[in-house]
């Protein structure tokens, strides 16, 4: 999972943006055939409950079934979600929905195209067993799927590098 934050969804169908993609370097080229399957959701947050980033997270895409979206963002946002900063182990989860489709661009050429990402859910946690228990929970009878999502899909990572704006020389 690589996840770029930024101020406004604009900036990812920028032209300086789109540009980069259009003209990847030998690196990325030659790299790219290896990259299957990919999903890529420009997403807005719709909620987000907790403070800081932990070094495990779990990544849950979902698609709301039309009948069950409300309902089912209402759990998620009066319900689950609240409750994950004061978990043991846990201590953030962002609710995302996937706000515009990405630019078909040279690097997707390469790689082939991108999935979207309809609905979203990070949790983050300084617990790999907590964060994962918490995902499979959700994940499973009783979870999301119960609640109207369809196409469940749960996965974990450790964090590998973080790098904020004010970092990167200019």
């Known amino acids: 999972m690589v996840l ?18 259009d003209n990847p370097t030998p690196w990325t080229t030659r790299m790219m055939p290896h990259y299957r399957g990919m999903n890529r959701g420009l997403c807005a947050v719709v909620a987000s409950f907790g403070f800081g980033q932990g070094g495990s997270a779990a990544l849950i895409r979902f698609t709301p079934e039309a009948l069950h979206s409300v309902p089912l963002n209402r759990w998620l946002i009066d319900q689950a979600l609240p409750a994950v900063p004061q978990m043991p182990g846990l201590g953030s989860a962002h609710l995302l929905q996937g706000a515009q489709a990405a630019a ?10 991108d ?13 790999s067993n907590a964060v994962t228990a918490y995902a499979n929970e959700l994940c499973s009878a009783g979870g999301l799927a119960d609640r109207g999502a369809s196409e469940v899909s749960c996965s974990t990572y450790q964090c590998s590098y973080s790098l904020s704006s004010t970092e990167i020389a200019e």
């Not at 770029?4 to 993609?21: K, Q």
């Not at 078909?104 to 195209?113: F, L």
């Open 115 to 127: 999935r979207g990402v309809d609905s979203a859910l990070i949790v983050t946690a300084y617990d």
């Open 4 to 21: 770029y934050e930024v101020e406004n969804l604009a900036t990812l169908a920028s032209e300086a943006y789109l540009a980069r993609l």
């Open 104 to 113: 078909m661009t040279n690097e997707q050429r390469i790689r082939g195209v």
